[in-house]
């Protein structure tokens, strides 16, 4: 068998990744929490985000850290357009319209970024980009454990929002009980922009957090909104769900090998959607 | 009621006679793999568009098929005429496994589509890890140019093989549409569970559909395989045909009989004119700008045409007959 060190050295780089895996996962369960879909095009705009973080760096020389408040501000505008004025009029209100729209969306992205940027992979290089942190026997790659606490600082920002402003109420208002909101004078379509808006900045954030230290190419988010899913439910059931998925991916990634590692993230999304549809920690339906 | 194959008839005549105006090898491998999308697209269509249950993952049944036919032909020597049937019931038999899981499962909406999704990502990985399937390399079907092993000198027999195909996909889709089968079918999409109050076995007519549908997509794969004559994971089990078989029959009309022929030939017409246009434009080939153009069109027919270019032009019509 391997060492100890080895096994926990993926374990803890497992738990570091599943971190970013949470705050899509947060982004993902938020939309889906109050407008009941599934946001298709969440992979294919964390991609974009990526290549943002990408371009910021390369051409302007804009560290991905520094352009993070930026890129959430500008990913914020865009998911909060693109529901107000895309995905809402185009849907007419049916689910699966609106499942169709977000898969169009999805196309149009990702193939966009394969024109324009091909489907070569590309990493930014940082100075910091190798630092590590020694823990024990460990070395810890110092952005991968930025990336592990700025994922829970974003998450116990969402959750004040949620819990603590007027916004908050009133996204929680909608998903709840839309009509009833609405009497009560919140506007629906507004709150529904809103909500669009900040996953889409979620991904903002996990895309200027995993840069540092990770790839891109035109097809990597899809991977991602899958892997994502079995967390999907609850604010906590996101962040266990994707430190889970981490784990998981790390792991069958050392013991089964690069190509068949992906294998068992996937087989576990399959059963948890097979044995309890709303999530590893959803209600049940 | 004969007459409702007369307008199969006579779009299979004037499909099958489209060769005798070209020589063009270009233009007869286009129409035969518009066709084999076609096909794809007439199996989603029964499930998706008939049914209702929207997969995003029909490439597992597309790849299966395919894989089927090379693997059967190289690696256990069976002839193609007796492979292609084999790797379409090996399809369908998938089809109702994955049916049976997600179905008993009570999945439905969008997570249907996701289980799909996820099932034939999961066909993908093993296909490019396993040695049995080619691994990376992918499979070559070797090639012996005869008529007993289903390979031609001349691409139109291959088109014609390929049109005989969707006919007769035409043809099961109308009876399909015709018989008890189908009205269950649409009761089930329309409100399932109204439909099981009044004795429809939803879950029996669902699990028939998606063997039929996949039995069907499973086809296209097969005949693709000998077309190419080259698989790799990538092209079996890649999302490409997943969308394309989604979108022809939206884009040309959900669950009716034509939608998914009139949709693929569209949607492939068009993406192949965007290619040329900005392959002009832009001095070279640009990856992926056929895909953004058809995902513009699949906002667009679900924001202003839910019922296709079929509806839109029975609207159209309508409007013309109404006097002013």
């Known amino acids: ?285 | 009621m004969r007459s409702s194959y007369l307008p199969i008839a006579l779009a299979v005549a004037i499909l099958a006679v489209l060769p005798l105006g070209t020589s063009s090898n270009t233009t007869l491998n286009f129409l035969s793999f518009a066709l084999i999308v076609a096909l794809a697209a007439q199996g989603w269509n029964i499930l998706g568009g008939y049914g209702g249950q929207f997969s995003f993952g029909h490439a597992a049944f597309f790849g299966t098929g395919a894989y089927g036919m090379a693997l059967l032909q190289v690696r256990f020597g069976i002839n193609p005429w007796l492979a292609l049937p084999l790797a379409t019931l090996l399809g369908a038999a998938v089809g109702a496994a994955i049916g049976a899981l997600s179905f008993r499962a009570r999945l439905r909406g969008s997570y249907f589509a996701l289980v799909t999704l996820a099932f034939a990502e999961v066909f993908r990985i093993l296909a490019n890890a396993w040695g049995f399937t080619g691994g990376a390399a992918g499979v070559l079907v070797p090639l012996r140019i005869e008529a007993a092993n289903m390979q031609f000198a001349d691409r139109a027999t291959f088109y014609w093989l390929v049109l005989a195909c969707v006919a007769a996909g035409l043809v099961l889709t109308q009876a399909m549409a015709r018989a008890r089968f189908g009205a269950w079918l649409v009761a089930v999409r329309e409100n399932e569970e109204a439909a099981r109050a009044l004795g429809v076995d939803s879950l029996a007519v669902k699990l028939r559909a998606i063997t039929l549908s996949s039995g069907i997509t499973a086809l296209a794969g097969g005949l693709y395989a000998q077309k190419f004559l080259y698989l790799d994971a990538g092209i079996a089990y890649g999302s490409w045909i997943s969308v394309e078989a989604l979108l022809a029959p939206i884009i040309g009309g959900l669950g009716t009989v034509f939608g998914p022929l009139v949709g693929a030939l569209v949607l492939l017409g068009l993406g192949e004119a965007t290619k040329i246009a900005l392959g002009h434009a832009l001095g070279g080939a640009v990856p992926g700008v056929d895909l953004v153009v058809f995902g513009v069109l699949l906002i667009l027919c679900v924001a202003f045409a839910p019922r296709g270019l079929l509806g839109l032009g029975a609207d159209v019509r309508r409007l013309l007959r109404r006097p002013v």
Request: aromatic share 10%.
């Open chain 1, 1 to 285: 068998m391997l060492p100890l060190d080895i096994f926990l050295s993926a374990m803890a780089n497992g738990l570091m990744m599943g971190a970013v895996y949470a705050l899509v996962a947060l982004g993902l369960t938020l939309v889906y929490g109050v407008l009941h879909i599934i946001n298709f095009a969440h992979g294919a705009t964390l991609t974009a985000a990526m290549y943002a973080v990408y371009v910021a760096h390369a051409m302007l020389g804009v560290d991905p850290y520094l352009a993070l408040p930026g890129l959430a501000a500008i990913f914020f505008a865009l998911g909060y357009l693109v529901q107000r004025w895309v995905i809402g009029p185009a849907s007419h209100g049916d689910d699966s319209n609106i499942l169709l729209v977000t898969l169009g969306l999805s196309i149009i992205m990702e193939n966009a970024l394969l024109a324009g940027f091909r489907s070569d992979t590309r990493s930014i290089d940082v100075p910091y980009g190798f630092s590590v942190v020694e823990v024990g026997n460990l070395f810890l790659s110092t952005p991968k454990l930025v990336a592990f606490a700025g994922s829970f600082v974003v998450a116990a920002l969402l959750w004040l929002l949620l819990a603590r402003t007027d916004t908050g109420r009133a996204i929680r208002a909608v998903a709840k009980e839309k009509t009833g909101a609405a009497l009560v004078g919140v506007r629906v379509e507004h709150i529904y922009a809103v909500t669009f808006g900040l996953g889409a900045a979620c991904l903002a954030v996990a895309a200027c957090l995993l840069m540092p230290t990770f790839l891109v190419n035109p097809r990597i988010g899809k991977a991602f909104t899958i892997v994502v899913l079995g967390g999907m439910g609850s604010i906590p059931g996101a962040l266990i769900g994707g430190l889970f998925v981490g784990v998981v991916e790390s792991l069958s990634g050392l013991y089964l090998g690069e190509s068949l590692g992906q294998i068992g993230i996937f087989l576990i999304f399959i059963l948890v959607l097979l044995a309890r549809p709303t999530g590893l920690f959803g209600a049940r339906a």
